[in-house]
């Protein structure tokens, strides 16, 4: 009985069938010890508001006298300032770890012929995205910026043209012969800018690519002071106006609800 229903339970058998249980009934114990106290965190976070179910959870940890070298504990705060340290082959590339793990799930899997990049800043991002399109042999990247202030290496990619006088002066001619685009909005991140982009740039976004707005987290991390409701208000406002575009679950949830510093960013082209 033992062994029919606890795998079912998702509970592994000890290395060593017991391990270090002395008999099956101490195992079973340990187990049956185990599913409650997995049902009790299951029927708590159900009912615990999720700020009241993370103190429960900081809590149980103190009272267990876990050593502070043991615990573990990150959130949105601690992963954007994590993210402003992020480098790529020692460039300054600021963005979200799962989100860069998102990118080249993208690009592999869609093989863009262009990438129009909004926002260079010093260029990691640019230099990521080319590197990848070497790995695949395919694609070009348009980044766009107010200013040069990109890395040499990056001005040397051959995959990779260079514009500086932002985003409202870039030639839609520039995207003629490209069959399938994707879109990068990550600028200013005000309300204006990024609605202005969204109108600009998402006739050239092909069926099945994406129009990704980036950092709509600034409204989690209360930073949208002066944005006048930033990325999300813009996109908000973009999805009322175009029915051809929805809210790619599969990317925005990878790692959580809006595990992303894209929230509901992920926009892709369905009509």
């Not at 740039?201 to 600034?218: K, M, Q």
Request: aromatic share 12%; hydrophobic share 40%.
């Amino acid at each position: 009985m033992i062994s029919t229903c606890l795998p079912q339970a998702g509970l592994p058998m000890p290395a060593g069938r017991l391990g270090r249980y002395e008999n099956s009934e101490a195992f079973a114990e340990y187990s049956l010890g185990k599913i409650k106290s997995l049902e009790m965190k299951k029927i708590l976070k159900k009912f615990l508001p999720d700020k009241l179910f993370i103190i429960y959870r900081f809590l149980k940890k103190q009272l267990r006298f876990v050593s502070k070298d043991k615990q573990v504990h990150f959130d949105t705060n601690s992963v954007y300032t994590g993210h402003l340290k992020v480098t790529y082959r020692g460039i300054q590339a600021i963005k979200c770890p799962f989100d860069y793990v998102i990118y080249q799930m993208i690009i592999s899997e869609m093989k863009p012929d262009l990438v129009i990049d909004i926002g260079t800043n010093k260029g990691g991002g640019a230099l990521y995205m080319a590197d990848l399109m070497d790995t695949i042999g395919h694609g070009f990247i348009h980044t766009i910026d107010i200013k040069n202030q990109r890395a040499e290496i990056v001005s040397r990619h051959s995959r990779v043209k260079f514009f500086t006088e932002g985003w409202q002066n870039y030639n839609l001619n520039e995207a003629r012969g490209f069959s399938k685009i994707l879109i990068i909005e990550d600028g200013s991140h005000t309300y204006e800018d990024t609605i202005g982009a969204l109108r600009k740039f998402s006739p050239l976004v092909t069926y099945g690519s994406y129009f990704i707005v980036e950092d709509g987290v600034v409204n989690e991390l209360a930073k949208e002071k002066g944005l006048n409701g930033g990325p999300l208000r813009a996109v908000d406002e973009f999805l009322k106006e175009n029915k051809g575009f929805v809210v790619d679950r599969a990317y925005c949830d990878m790692f959580g609800k809006n595990a992303t510093f894209n929230v509901n960013g992920y926009l892709k082209k369905v009509k």
